[in-house]
């Protein structure tokens, strides 16, 4: 059976300052690589955004969206899905967000500076899926939130294998879902990736949630 392959952890230029390609490029690749689609994941006005901290809320915002307003009209060109995600970040502790609308992030400013197990509390009870992003990844130190994510991305194609391993074991001793992505910053120049697949096309973020917690989508791995 086909399967439709869909990016789950992408990032752009300009809006991730530690991006190296921008959207028409990454957007260019996945296509000519056979994806059905992709999930915008920019840092969040928390992680390495590329705009002043002291600007407005509604500024950073409205900057961080650009990138993939300019993605989903890229995307109708070329005929390949444009989702939105996010990754949120605490000191080295990330979170990749899915399922929530643009707007609701400008209903709600007050999840700047809010405590982080309150802010994810809110965002699951708004409905988001919650995928702690390469947990082992080796900083200073990491912290885990077991009882607050739906998934840990236990395939992060940018990480190693001994951190990917902690990650697969963390999920399963957890009893979490597996999750994939690649954490792509250069389009094609990455030469490993992950990802979550499924068997008809995506329709929406909704879509790609409700699938995910009823275990319909599998993980994949390439190498081009
Ligand atoms: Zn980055
Ligand atoms: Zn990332």
Redesign the pocket.
């Known amino acids: 059976m086909k399967k439709y392959l869909y990016e789950t952890h992408l ?1 752009t230029y300009p809006v ?1 300052r ?2 190296r390609a921008g959207v028409r490029e990454s957007l260019e690749f996945y296509k000519s690589a056979g994806y059905a689609g992709v999930f915008l994941t920019n ?1 969040f006005l928390d992680g ?1 955004i590329n705009i002043e901290r002291n600007l407005p809320y509604e500024e950073r915002l409205r900057f961080y969206f650009s990138d993939y307003l300019e993605a989903v009209k890229i995307g109708e060109e070329l005929g390949i899905s444009v989702f939105l995600g996010v990754e949120m970040s605490d000191w080295g502790t990330d979170f990749l967000i899915y399922g929530l609308p643009m707007e609701w992030f400008f209903d709600h400013p007050e999840i700047e500076g809010m405590d982080r197990v309150e802010q994810l509390k809110l965002l699951a009870a708004e409905g988001a899926l919650i995928i702690h992003a390469h947990p082992f990844r080796s900083y200073d130190c990491m912290k885990l939130f077991p009882r607050f994510v739906h998934g840990v991305e236990t395939y992060n194609a940018g990480r190693n294998d001994f951190e990917n391993a902690m990650a697969e074991q963390y999920a399963e001793n957890y009893n979490l879902p597996k999750f994939a992505g690649t954490d792509n ?1 250069r389009a094609g120049v990455q030469t490993l990736f992950g990802g979550m697949s499924a068997e008809s096309p995506v329709e929406n973020e909704q879509d790609f949630v409700t699938r995910f917690k009823k275990s319909e989508l599998e993980i994949f791995k390439l190498k081009f």
Do not use: E
Request: aromatic share 0%; proline share 0%.
């Open positions: 990032h991730s530690c991006a840092h390495n910053h």
